[in-house]
Every structure is written in C-alpha cells, then in structure tokens.
C-alpha cells in the first residue's frame, strides 16, 4: 500500500530520498524551512556574482552516475562536468606550493621531485586506497547500519587491521616529507575527524582525490541540486519552501502528522533530512531517542567561518581550489578538536569559481569563497570574523603575491550562528557527526526512530556520514528501508 510522505529539510539526502520514494509510488512532499532549496548547499547571488554556500569540491563522480543510473538517467542528462587541472594547489609559503594535477602519474612525478621515492610508494598506497574504495563506495556504505554484522564480508575480513591503526599513522610510515603528508591526511577531512582519529581504511578518500580526481558542475554544485529537483519533480514530489515544521505529532507512539505555522498536514511516514538533534526536539521529550547527554558526547565535525567575496578584477597565482597550509596544521586540529578555540593561526582554504565558470562573475572580476575550520559551539561575534578575515586576507596576498582587499566590492560572512539559525544545526556544526571509529556504521544515530514508529531519518548525522556523495546514499537507504518495512 502506497503512502503519504512529508520529508522534513531539502538537502541532498532529503532529495535523493524524496526520489526514490517517489519511484515506489509513494505521495512526497518537502517541507523547506528557507525560501530556497539546497540545504547547506544554497546558491548566493549578488550583484552578478555567483557561489556555492557550501559543497563545492565534487569528489565520487561515480556516486553520482549510480544515483542518476537508479532512474534509468546520466548526469549528462541534467548537468556537465568539468574535469580541472590542476586539481588544487596548496599552499606553504611565498614561492612554495604544489599542484596536484589531474592524473596519478603526474602526482606520482611532483611527489618524486620532493621526496626521493616518494612517487613508488604513492603507487603502492593509493593502490590499496583504490581496494579500500570498492569495497567501501561500491559495497559497505550501501548498507543501512543495523547491525554490525554489516561489517563483516569477505573482504573486510582481511582488512581488520586497517580498522585499528590511523590515516595519518599509515601515511607518515610511508612518507617523510611534512608536505607530501599534509597533503595525503588532507582528504579524511571531508569525514569531519582528524587523520590521526580516522582509522585506516577511510584512506579511501585519497583514491577519491589522485585516483577519481576533482571535478566542477559547469555553473557549480547548485547544478547538482537543480538536477535532482528536476529528478524528484518528475516523479511527481511536491516541494514546498518557507515552510517550518513546528512539532512532529506522535499518537500512540507512531508519528501521525506535522504542524507548519499551526496547521496540521497528515502523513503517513514523516522522514526528516534535517538535522537530527534538531528533529527530535520537535518531539515531546519522551519519544526521543537520544538525549542531550548522548549529543554532548558525540565528536562532531567542524563548524565554519565563510566568506563570500566579490573581487572588481581577476585575481592572480591562484588555481579555482586552493588549500594554505602555511601555518601549524596539528596546532589548528587540536584548536578544533582538543582544546575547543579560535585558532591563532589557522589553515584555510579558497575556491575560485569564476576560475572555471565565466558565469560565476561578471566580465573580468571574480568571486571567491573562502573557508576557516571551527570547532563546533564556538563563540561567534561580527567582531571575530572581521579580525578572521584580515588574518587571512593579509596571508593570501601575501602568498599569491599581489594586492587584493582594495579590490573587494563586497564581502559577506556565514559562521557558527548563520549554521543554527539557517540548518538548525547541533552546535553551529558544518558537516555532521565525524567518522570516528566508534561513530561508523551501525554505531551512528539510526535511520529508524528507535521510540516512534513511522519517524525515519537521513542526512549527514546518520548513515554513513558527511559529504555529498554519502548523502545521496543515506537518502537511497531509508527510502529502501521504508519500503522494506512496509512491505512486511
């Protein structure tokens, strides 16, 4: 029996699921507390400039054509990408960066030239990198996260041991050069932890990035958001925005209806892609599942400090992503995840859009993004972005070598408090709950409500994490696991 679904959020995992479960014959509707869809990643228009809010490294292409390819679709039907070279850059200091290119050869090549023998073991790493990535990408992270037997194949048998040892340990036995290795734990960052936090393993990420490559939506990740709009409005969803859920009504211990500015729209299932902690606040205390002590203790990803920049001229030495790791890259972790601060000197990075799409900004200017790790819960004033933005500014030039805060038309800020009052984020995090080795898989906040039937969540607080291409995953697995349920 069909049913009728209210999908609470409209972020990737809320629209890959309203999809799939709009496939199975189901009546779908969104609920967008915003005027606009995209969750975390909303577009920004000012002034003829274009950005990305959030998401804007497109890693897991194959993610993604395994979406589309569920409806019998190609992402070239709805978007183009763009394959860049080089990939990023990073940055160490005045006249010193690398550029990782956009085959492994060539990464293989740069490596050799800093470190002698650097580019075999690079072979040898990110060949195991690539195992690690088909048994995880292609098999595991489809996995609804209920039991731990999930876990345990075959493969993953002979792998144990990559589940007790760390990224960054595997990596500093097998490099030597501090750059190569900043450069090799840079990518476990996109699962919210530390590399010296994040078990082995998840070394997967480096054959996303040198093996898969980096790629850009031709007019920016929004594309992928309007993609799967188009997607779900063809299968019939009904999307609604400027609508805020107040309170999620259970009758019987079984969600029955949700309420949007004292009106009651009944549901027969209630799926919420917003955030978890949030949600369960929309319940009376007695049916959720886990409470603020639970929360408390989870180790969360890191919020942000952005900055959207309109330049009036192009800017120079600067490639469309580039990282700046000129500064202590361990000090600015412990300031994230030891000893909660702002950090004195902090890592940031740079995205230059209009690098790759001439759309982004008007002729001969240039928009940039750019983007400082926080801990989550950090205090957040106008004040510290203000002196934030400075320090990095002054940096940038100072690195690319040339003057440009002389040549800024306008610049605004999103931080800590934007992440609550926009997402309802659990302490103004970014990315979700990390992928520690105790928060993965079936150790993570269920999909299923554990008190409330017929209440299912998704997104990046539950399985199998943070990042784009796991949230399209979450949305294709509690749209697989609410059609098992019902068919039972």
């Known amino acids: ?88 850059q990073v940055y160490f200091g005045v006249d010193d960066f690398i550029s990782i290119c956009d085959n492994l050869e060539t990464i293989k090549a740069t490596f050799e030239t800093i470190e002698k023998g650097s580019g075999q073991e690079l072979e040898t790493f990110i060949k195991q990198a690539k195992s690690n990535y088909d048994i995880a990408i292609k098999d595991l992270v489809y996995r609804p996260g209920i039991s731990p037997l999930e876990l345990i194949t075959p493969e993953t048998t002979l792998k144990l041991s990559l589940f007790f040892s760390t990224v960054s340990n595997d990596i500093r036995k097998k490099f030597k050069n501090e750059r190569l290795i900043q450069i090799l734990e840079f990518p476990v960052l996109f699962l919210g932890a530390k590399p010296s936090k994040t078990p082995s393993f998840y070394n997967f990420m480096n054959y996303a990035d040198f093996g898969l490559g980096t790629w850009h939506p031709k007019t920016g990740m929004f594309d992928v958001v309007r993609a799967i709009e188009k997607l779900a409005i063809e299968l019939g969803v009904t999307i609604k925005t400027n609508s805020t859920i107040e309170k999620i009504v259970v009758e019987h211990k079984t969600a029955t209806e949700i309420i949007i500015d004292g009106k009651h729209i009944k549901a027969d299932i209630v799926l919420s892609g917003a955030d ?144 609550v009052t926009d997402y309802n984020a659990y302490k103004g995090n970014a990315y979700g709950m990390a992928n520690t080795l105790l928060q993965t898989a079936f150790l993570r906040p269920k999909l299923k409500s554990k008190k409330v039937r017929n209440l299912y969540f998704t997104g990046q607080l539950t399985v199998p994490g943070p990042g784009v291409p796991p949230a399209l995953i979450s949305g294709k697995l509690v749209a697989e696991l609410i059609q098992k349920t019902f068919r039972s």
């Open 276 to 419: 978890y902690h949030h949600t369960e606040t929309l319940l009376d205390k007695e049916h959720r599942a886990y409470s603020e002590k639970y929360w408390e203790s989870r180790v969360f990803a890191p919020s942000s400090l952005l900055f959207f920049v309109g330049f009036d001229k192009k800017v120079e030495n600067i490639s469309h992503h580039a990282l700046f790791f000129d500064v202590d890259f361990n000090q600015h972790a412990a300031d994230i995840y030891d000893d909660p601060k702002w950090p004195e000197s902090p890592l940031f990075y740079a995205n230059f859009p209009s690098k790759t799409d001439l759309s982004a900004a008007p002729e001969g200017m240039e928009s940039g993004f750019f983007l400082i790790p926080l801990a989550p819960g950090i205090k957040d004033t106008e004040v510290l972005r203000e002196e934030y933005f400075k320090k990095i500014i002054d940096r940038f030039e100072k690195l690319t070598q040339q003057k440009i805060k002389n040549n800024i038309i306008f610049k605004r800020s999103f931080c800590k408090n934007d992440f």
């Open 1 to 88: 029996m069909k049913k009728t679904i209210a999908i609470i959020g409209s972020g990737f995992s809320a629209l890959a699921a309203a999809c799939y479960l709009a496939k199975q014959g189901n009546t779908v509707t969104i609920y967008e507390k915003n005027d606009s869809i995209g969750g975390r990643a909303r577009q920004f228009k000012k002034d003829g400039f274009t950005f990305d809010m959030g998401p804007s490294w497109y890693w897991m292409p194959d993610v993604f054509e395994r979406f589309f390819l569920d409806f019998d679709k190609k992402t070239t039907d709805y978007y183009e990408l763009i394959k860049l070279n080089p990939a990023y």
